[in-house]
């Protein structure tokens, strides 16, 4: 009797602690019975309470709500701790709890609610409803983001890419939801999409030529001139990454899918009324906002430039890089020069606000004045004298000697010489001086021809004998020339091989040439003409005497005469 009353209580205790054994490990509802401090004591209908900590009754970021009475579930570690304790835990019962869910979520590829809760290498921990997945940097937005401290604490919904219950790895991708409703917004957004639209839109990148702003699933480019009526260097200037901007559409290419936004269509044109409010003949004042090679552009007001082209810069400084008339920033006065509304353009001049140097030169040193200069250059044409007012005028090779020739005059002069001059002539319009050395005194030529003209004989001396010519100087230092041809009506008698230096001959005037400072005289002409006054004085061909006659009585009568 006893011997089966043993066995009896062996098979009961075996049974008990097989039955405690199968319970370990899974999860067992339970009762709140009491609270004390930050530990809650649940019945689980074993010998003993569990202990459970207060906070893994609350989810991430907030606090626990419970009471004395509530029912919950717990996972069973162990029927006995060293203390005599039953082992309970909230979490891990929530974390199979969730897993179940999870498996399931995963197989139908449904997305799951979580709550970013903490920072790991190379990523964050997300709250799965008990489950703690890993959430990879990248997979955080479509979008490198900087500051993750807005999406943590909230709930919100994330795909999971692969699990493993055996190791407890679970990863999950915000990204991927995200791409899959921007590409639904996509869908939507194309389908709706017309010109002349305008939008809200996050700037996703900048570059030097613009910026690309995400519409929300699809990415339009907003050029860098259509970010504002005002000149800007670069998008960055005016936008930054993650800005939120309204953009209006300009143009849309459904088959390629390009979008061309703008910013400054939403805003009113500054061009409207350009030329009324900028008549031709205005002086303003502007800032110089770009300089390049052929001028400078100066902003009169945001969104209105106009050019000061390289010509208009300056009255005095030619061939020079506008950089080094004016610089970017700086204030200057322009007058408007011409408006072209519909071309958008503003022709304006930097030197019609000062006053025109040769004009100021014409009205302070008239033709025939006379001041000094220093020589700036000599050249193969004469020699450029500097002015009063920065401005150079040229002496002429022809206006520097009355004597010498412009070849021969201009070596007696050096760079750097100062010279006394006369002003010839001023044209504003070409921007020339023209000036005279030569003619500060009175011209020997002149004097010498006085009373001298055209068919006069005069008694000349020979100073020289060529083959061709013979060059003689009449009384009052005037020189000529006879040619060859010239000497007599005798063809035979035309030698200069008959004259000599010294010697003195009687010849007619045929030309005198103030530019070349040349008279021609000729031996011929005298010779016909006396002829021909002999026929008229002593005979005619009517009257029967010969021409030899004639001639012979006529220059007896001449050579009496002089007598």
Known sequence: MAEAAVESFADLLDESLGQSDRLEGNVLKGTIVAIEGDVALIDVGLKSEGRVPLREFADAGQAPEMKIGD??????????????????????????????????SFGDN?????????????????????????????????????????LMGNAQPFQILKMDRARGNIVVSRRAVLEETRAEQRSELIQNLTEGQVLQGVVKNITDYGAFVDLGGVDGLLHVTDISWKRINHPSEKLTIGQQVDVQVIRFNAETQRISLGMKQLETDPWDGVAAKYPVGAKLEGRVTNITDYG??????????????????????????????????????????????????????????????WESFQANHPAESELDGEIKNITEFGLFVGLPGEIDGMVHLSDLNWELSGDEAVK?????????????????????????????????????????????????????????????????????????????????????????????IDARITNIDAKSRRITL??????????????????????????????????????????
């Open 71 to 104: 029912t919950v579930e717990v996972y069973l570690e162990r029927m006995e701790s060293k203390n005599g304790d039953v082992m309970i835990s909230r979490d891990k019962a929530k974390r199979e709890e969730a897993w179940t869910q999870l498996e399931k």
């Open 110 to 150: 449904e997305r799951v609610n979580g709550v970013i809760f903490g920072r790991v290498k190379g990523g964050f921990t997300v709250d799965l409803s008990g489950a703690v997945a890993f959430l990879p940097g990248s997979q955080v937005d479509i979008r490198p983001v900087r500051d993750v401290s807005p």
């Open 296 to 357: 400078a552009f100066v902003e009169l007001e945001a969104g209105i430039e106009g050019l000061v082209h390289v010509s208009e810069m300056s009255w005095t400084k030619k061939n020079i890089h506008p950089g080094k008339i004016v610089s970017t920033s700086q204030e200057v006065a322009v007058m408007v020069l011409d408006v072209d509304e519909s071309k958008r353009r503003i022709s304006l001049g930097l030197k019609q606000c000062s006053s025109n140097p």
């Open 412 to 504: 007696e002069y050096t760079k750097g010489d100062m010279v006394k001059v006369k002003v010839l002539d001023v044209d504003v319009d070409k921007e020339r001086i023209s000036l005279g050395i030569k003619q500060l005194s009175a011209d020997p030529f002149a004097g010498s021809v006085e009373g001298l003209k055209k068919g006069v004989v005069v008694t000349c001396t020979i100073t020289s004998v060529t083959d061709n010519a013979l060059e003689v100087q009449i009384a009052d230092g005037a020189t000529g020339t006879i040619r060859k041809t010239e000497l007599s009506r005798e063809r035979s008698e035309q030698r200069t091989d008959r004259f000599a230096v010294g010697e003195k």
């Open 522 to 563: 000729s031996v011929k002409q005298h010779e016909a003409a006396e002829e021909k006054q002999a026929m008229a004085d002593y005979g005619s061909t009517d009257s029967g005497a010969s021409l030899g006659d004639i001639l012979g009585e006529a220059l007896s009568k001449a050579a009496e005469d002089k007598k």
